[in-house]
T-cell receptor
Framework: DAGVIQSPRHEVTEMGQEVTLRCKPI?????LFWYRQTMMRGLELLIY????????DSGMPEDRFSAKMPNASFSTLKIQPSEPRDSAVYFC???????????FGSGTRLTVV | QKEVEQNSGPLSVPEGAIASLNCTYS??????FFWYRQYSGKSPELIMS????GDKEDGRFTAQLNKASQYVSLLIRDSQPSDSATYLC??????????FGTGTRLKVLA
């Protein structure tokens, strides 16, 4: 199993530009999570999906952030327009419905200048 | 009170010693508990999960849960320099949504 796959690994963009982060969960996992990690705030849950349906988006900071999961093998997190305070590492994670923890992807390091 | 709290450290221990990492949690996240290890620049990886009071051992790692006192601990026996990392405690309140602490940085000194 290739694990949770995220792309790109690094993204540098200018303030005001649209940014799209991508995630492919582990096959058979029916839960997908988007987290953001910063030194100041640690790991924060942004949104999670169950069977492609958004269940809790209370962590999405503003309307500038949106996430979709069009099918069981793909999800996107979009920021439009991006701001310097969005700079962070964004992790995608997935899990199945049984006991056990998340498996994280390798993350996308986003820098907005 | 934050839902999951950890001392940020760093916690320094000599090689071969026992490292003890602690985490406290609020009533809102009192169902399931997880310890993750995160090396610098890498993603978190699951070490242990614990759901009921008492100890759970896996190799050099022991997780301890005390629901009455609302704390969960991770003990690392025979600590190695390769154990140097940030250890994240996570908890859930009955959903699949994990709340993470900010992590404790562990340094194992050779």
């Amino acid at each position: 199993d290739a694990g949770v796959i995220q792309s790109p690994r690094h993204e540098v963009t200018e303030m005001g530009q649209e940014v799209t982060l991508r995630c492919k969960p582990i096959s058979g996992h029916d839960y997908l999570f988007w987290y953001r990690q910063t030194m100041m705030r640690g790991l924060e849950l942004l949104i999670y999906f169950n069977n492609n349906v958004p269940i809790d988006d209370s962590g999405m900071p503003e309307d500038r952030f949106s996430a979709k999961m069009p099918n069981a093998s793909f999800s996107t997190l979009k920021i439009q327009p991006s701001e310097p305070r969005d700079s962070a590492v964004y992790f995608c994670a997935s899990r199945d419905s049984g006991l056990g923890g998340y498996t994280f992807g390798s993350g996308t390091r986003l820098t907005v200048v | 009170q934050k839902e999951v709290e950890q001392n940020s450290g760093p916690l320094s221990v000599p090689e071969g010693a026992i490292a003890s990492l602690n985490c406290t949690y609020s009533d809102r996240v009192s169902q399931s508990f997880f310890w993750y290890r995160q090396y610098s620049g890498k993603s978190p990886e699951l070490i242990m999960s614990i759901y009921s009071n008492g100890d759970k051992e896996d190799g050099r790692f022991t997780a301890q849960l005390n629901k009455a006192s609302q704390y969960v601990s991770l003990l690392i026996r025979d600590s190695q320099p390769s154990d140097s990392a940030t250890y994240l405690c996570a908890a859930t309140g009955g959903t699949y949504k994990y709340i993470f602490g900010t992590g404790t940085r562990l340094k194992v000194l050779a």
